[in-house]
Antibody
Protein backbone atom coordinates (compact mmCIF):
# COMPACT_ATOMS: atom_id res chain seq x y z
CA UNK A 1 0.00 0.00 0.00
CA UNK A 2 1.35 3.39 -0.99
CA UNK A 3 1.62 5.79 1.93
CA UNK A 4 2.89 9.35 2.22
CA UNK A 5 3.16 11.01 5.62
CA UNK A 6 4.11 14.66 6.00
CA UNK A 7 5.50 16.17 9.15
CA UNK A 8 7.21 19.31 10.38
CA UNK A 9 4.45 21.87 10.10
CA UNK A 10 4.08 24.34 12.99
CA UNK A 11 3.70 27.98 13.92
CA UNK A 12 6.71 30.05 12.85
CA UNK A 13 7.41 33.78 12.84
CA UNK A 14 7.80 35.77 9.62
CA UNK A 15 11.35 35.54 8.38
CA UNK A 16 11.84 32.16 10.03
CA UNK A 17 12.72 28.78 8.61
CA UNK A 18 11.12 25.36 8.64
CA UNK A 19 11.85 21.97 7.10
CA UNK A 20 8.97 19.75 6.07
CA UNK A 21 9.44 16.02 5.65
CA UNK A 22 7.46 13.43 3.73
CA UNK A 23 8.03 9.75 4.56
CA UNK A 24 6.94 7.41 1.80
CA UNK A 25 6.41 3.66 1.61
CA UNK A 26 4.80 1.07 -0.62
CA UNK A 27 6.63 1.93 -3.86
CA UNK A 28 10.17 2.27 -5.23
CA UNK A 29 10.70 5.90 -4.28
CA UNK A 30 13.68 6.55 -6.54
CA UNK A 31 11.64 5.67 -9.63
CA UNK A 32 9.16 8.51 -9.28
CA UNK A 33 9.13 12.28 -9.33
CA UNK A 34 7.60 14.03 -6.35
CA UNK A 35 5.90 17.35 -5.69
CA UNK A 36 4.90 19.69 -2.90
CA UNK A 37 1.51 21.38 -3.23
CA UNK A 38 0.02 23.84 -0.75
CA UNK A 39 -3.45 25.05 0.08
CA UNK A 40 -3.96 28.31 1.94
CA UNK A 41 -6.97 28.43 4.28
CA UNK A 42 -10.16 28.43 2.21
CA UNK A 43 -8.22 28.60 -1.06
CA UNK A 44 -7.31 26.30 -3.92
CA UNK A 45 -4.31 24.11 -4.65
CA UNK A 46 -0.99 25.71 -5.58
CA UNK A 47 2.03 23.85 -6.92
CA UNK A 48 5.12 24.77 -4.84
CA UNK A 49 8.10 22.63 -5.85
CA UNK A 50 8.80 19.48 -7.80
CA UNK A 51 11.73 17.09 -8.14
CA UNK A 52 12.55 14.63 -10.87
CA UNK A 53 15.96 14.63 -12.55
CA UNK A 54 16.06 18.31 -11.59
CA UNK A 55 14.22 20.58 -9.23
CA UNK A 56 11.53 23.10 -10.08
CA UNK A 57 10.04 25.87 -7.99
CA UNK A 58 7.05 28.15 -8.36
CA UNK A 59 7.95 31.80 -8.78
CA UNK A 60 6.29 32.58 -5.43
CA UNK A 61 8.87 30.49 -3.55
CA UNK A 62 11.91 30.64 -5.83
CA UNK A 63 15.06 31.46 -3.90
CA UNK A 64 13.37 30.78 -0.57
CA UNK A 65 12.26 27.12 -0.70
CA UNK A 66 14.39 24.10 -1.64
CA UNK A 67 13.03 20.66 -2.44
CA UNK A 68 15.25 17.62 -1.95
CA UNK A 69 15.03 13.88 -1.51
CA UNK A 70 16.95 11.07 0.14
CA UNK A 71 16.24 7.92 -1.82
CA UNK A 72 18.10 5.77 0.72
CA UNK A 73 15.66 6.87 3.42
CA UNK A 74 12.52 7.14 1.26
CA UNK A 75 12.19 10.77 2.33
CA UNK A 76 11.16 13.97 0.56
CA UNK A 77 11.95 17.35 2.08
CA UNK A 78 11.01 20.99 1.67
CA UNK A 79 13.37 23.51 3.25
CA UNK A 80 11.48 26.76 3.71
CA UNK A 81 13.43 29.95 4.47
CA UNK A 82 12.44 33.61 4.75
CA UNK A 83 8.88 32.60 5.47
CA UNK A 84 6.10 35.09 4.87
CA UNK A 85 2.56 35.29 6.19
CA UNK A 86 1.30 34.35 2.73
CA UNK A 87 3.11 31.00 3.03
CA UNK A 88 0.53 29.94 5.62
CA UNK A 89 -1.08 26.80 4.23
CA UNK A 90 -1.51 23.07 4.45
CA UNK A 91 1.41 21.52 2.59
CA UNK A 92 0.87 18.22 0.78
CA UNK A 93 3.47 15.94 -0.72
CA UNK A 94 2.35 13.91 -3.71
CA UNK A 95 3.80 11.16 -5.90
CA UNK A 96 3.99 11.56 -9.64
CA UNK A 97 2.78 8.71 -11.81
CA UNK A 98 6.15 8.48 -13.55
CA UNK A 99 9.81 9.48 -13.29
CA UNK A 100 8.88 12.92 -14.62
CA UNK A 101 6.31 15.31 -13.16
CA UNK A 102 3.00 14.46 -14.79
CA UNK A 103 -0.12 13.69 -12.76
CA UNK A 104 -0.13 12.90 -9.06
CA UNK A 105 -1.65 9.60 -8.07
CA UNK A 106 -1.03 9.51 -4.33
CA UNK A 107 -1.15 12.31 -1.78
CA UNK A 108 -0.29 12.65 1.88
CA UNK A 109 -2.73 14.00 4.46
CA UNK A 110 -0.93 17.34 4.70
CA UNK A 111 0.88 19.32 7.37
CA UNK A 112 -0.12 22.81 8.49
CA UNK A 113 2.37 25.65 8.36
CA UNK A 114 1.31 28.87 10.05
CA UNK A 115 3.46 31.97 9.59
CA UNK A 116 2.48 34.61 12.09
CA UNK A 117 3.97 36.88 14.73
CA UNK B 1 -5.09 33.99 -10.29
CA UNK B 2 -4.49 30.65 -12.00
CA UNK B 3 -3.69 30.40 -15.71
CA UNK B 4 -6.42 27.77 -16.03
CA UNK B 5 -9.90 28.86 -15.06
CA UNK B 6 -12.75 26.92 -13.46
CA UNK B 7 -16.18 28.13 -12.39
CA UNK B 8 -16.18 28.75 -8.63
CA UNK B 9 -19.28 26.65 -8.11
CA UNK B 10 -21.75 24.32 -9.76
CA UNK B 11 -24.77 22.55 -8.37
CA UNK B 12 -27.23 19.85 -9.27
CA UNK B 13 -29.94 17.66 -7.84
CA UNK B 14 -29.39 13.99 -7.05
CA UNK B 15 -29.45 11.90 -10.21
CA UNK B 16 -28.67 14.80 -12.49
CA UNK B 17 -25.62 15.37 -14.69
CA UNK B 18 -23.25 18.26 -14.13
CA UNK B 19 -20.14 19.42 -15.94
CA UNK B 20 -17.17 21.41 -14.71
CA UNK B 21 -15.09 23.31 -17.24
CA UNK B 22 -11.37 24.02 -17.18
CA UNK B 23 -10.36 26.77 -19.59
CA UNK B 24 -6.74 27.39 -20.49
CA UNK B 25 -4.71 28.89 -23.31
CA UNK B 26 -2.18 28.14 -26.03
CA UNK B 27 0.60 27.73 -23.47
CA UNK B 28 -1.07 24.96 -21.50
CA UNK B 29 -4.16 22.96 -22.52
CA UNK B 30 -4.15 24.36 -26.05
CA UNK B 31 -0.49 23.37 -26.46
CA UNK B 32 -1.47 19.73 -26.12
CA UNK B 33 -0.61 19.19 -22.48
CA UNK B 34 -2.82 16.67 -20.76
CA UNK B 35 -5.44 17.61 -18.18
CA UNK B 36 -5.96 15.71 -14.96
CA UNK B 37 -8.72 16.05 -12.38
CA UNK B 38 -8.74 15.72 -8.60
CA UNK B 39 -11.54 15.48 -6.06
CA UNK B 40 -11.10 16.96 -2.61
CA UNK B 41 -13.71 15.95 -0.07
CA UNK B 42 -14.18 18.30 2.91
CA UNK B 43 -11.26 18.02 5.32
CA UNK B 44 -9.38 15.55 3.14
CA UNK B 45 -6.41 15.48 0.80
CA UNK B 46 -6.96 15.63 -2.96
CA UNK B 47 -7.62 12.35 -4.74
CA UNK B 48 -6.86 11.58 -8.39
CA UNK B 49 -10.11 11.30 -10.35
CA UNK B 50 -9.19 11.49 -14.06
CA UNK B 51 -5.75 11.36 -15.70
CA UNK B 52 -4.60 11.93 -19.25
CA UNK B 53 -7.79 13.85 -20.14
CA UNK B 54 -10.12 10.85 -20.20
CA UNK B 55 -8.77 7.98 -18.08
CA UNK B 56 -10.12 6.80 -14.74
CA UNK B 57 -7.84 5.23 -12.14
CA UNK B 58 -8.84 1.85 -10.83
CA UNK B 59 -11.63 2.22 -8.29
CA UNK B 60 -13.11 5.46 -9.65
CA UNK B 61 -16.70 5.04 -10.71
CA UNK B 62 -17.63 5.47 -14.36
CA UNK B 63 -20.05 8.20 -13.31
CA UNK B 64 -17.01 10.45 -13.67
CA UNK B 65 -15.67 11.16 -17.16
CA UNK B 66 -13.28 13.65 -18.71
CA UNK B 67 -12.89 15.26 -22.09
CA UNK B 68 -10.63 17.79 -23.76
CA UNK B 69 -10.98 19.99 -26.83
CA UNK B 70 -8.84 22.88 -27.95
CA UNK B 71 -7.92 25.08 -25.01
CA UNK B 72 -10.48 23.58 -22.63
CA UNK B 73 -11.31 20.41 -20.75
CA UNK B 74 -14.38 19.23 -18.91
CA UNK B 75 -15.29 16.89 -16.09
CA UNK B 76 -18.74 15.33 -16.25
CA UNK B 77 -20.49 13.69 -13.34
CA UNK B 78 -23.62 11.68 -14.02
CA UNK B 79 -26.13 10.23 -11.58
CA UNK B 80 -25.21 12.86 -9.00
CA UNK B 81 -25.01 11.60 -5.42
CA UNK B 82 -24.70 13.38 -2.10
CA UNK B 83 -21.21 11.99 -1.59
CA UNK B 84 -20.03 13.76 -4.75
CA UNK B 85 -20.24 17.09 -2.92
CA UNK B 86 -16.64 18.23 -2.93
CA UNK B 87 -14.13 20.58 -4.52
CA UNK B 88 -12.82 19.60 -7.95
CA UNK B 89 -9.53 20.76 -9.46
CA UNK B 90 -8.09 20.44 -12.94
CA UNK B 91 -4.32 20.29 -13.42
CA UNK B 92 -2.07 20.66 -16.43
CA UNK B 93 1.33 22.02 -17.42
CA UNK B 94 2.07 25.54 -18.62
CA UNK B 95 5.07 26.16 -20.83
CA UNK B 96 5.15 29.93 -20.55
CA UNK B 97 8.07 31.64 -18.83
CA UNK B 98 9.70 29.16 -16.47
CA UNK B 99 7.08 26.47 -16.90
CA UNK B 100 4.89 25.29 -14.11
CA UNK B 101 2.49 22.55 -13.14
CA UNK B 102 -0.76 24.46 -12.82
CA UNK B 103 -3.98 23.81 -10.97
CA UNK B 104 -7.28 25.41 -11.76
CA UNK B 105 -8.81 27.55 -9.06
CA UNK B 106 -11.19 24.78 -8.05
CA UNK B 107 -14.94 24.26 -8.34
CA UNK B 108 -17.23 23.62 -5.41
CA UNK B 109 -19.93 21.09 -6.32
CA UNK B 110 -23.09 21.32 -4.26
CA UNK B 111 -25.63 18.51 -4.41
CA UNK B 112 -29.00 20.11 -3.80
Amino acid sequence: EVQLLESGGRLVQPGGSLRLSCAVSGFTFSNYAMIWVRQAPGKGLEWVSGISSGTYDADSVKGRFTISRDNSKNMLYLQMNSLRTEDTAVYYCAKSSRVTLYYFDYWGQGTLVTVSS
Amino acid sequence: QSVVTQPPSVSGAPGQRVTISCTGSSSNIGAGYDVHWYQQLPGSAPKLLIYGNTNRPSGVTDRFSGSKSGTSASLAITGLRAEDEADYYCQSYDSSLSGTWVFGGGTKLTVL
